[in-house]
């Protein structure tokens, strides 16, 4: 079956990712795990290791291994001041 480009999007403040393939939202995810069963459920059989190496996943604002929570954004108010 031919796919669409994947690509996981930038993380949202609350350290979400959605999912998308061409104009259609597949999921969102919230770690490395939930992309993997967002895209078992799109009949995109990769196991983690495999969506971590393929290149049929474009990842924007960060790799599998960027997961920030919201306090890990900066100038958020739960970010402390220096």
Do not use: C, K, N
């Not at 690509?7 to 609350?14: E, R």
């Amino acid at each position: 079956m031919d796919f669409p480009s994947i690509v996981v999007h930038a993380p949202a403040l609350d350290g979400s990712r959605r999912v998308t393939a061409g104009d259609e939202t597949l999921g969102i995810a919230y770690h490395l795990d939930d992309v993997v069963e967002i895209l078992r459920h799109a009949d995109v059989d990769l196991d983690e290791v495999e969506v971590e190496a393929t290149d049929i996943i474009d990842w924007q604002g960060g790799g599998p291994d960027d997961w920030p929570g919201l306090s890990e954004h900066p100038g958020h108010p739960a970010q402390p001041s220096h």
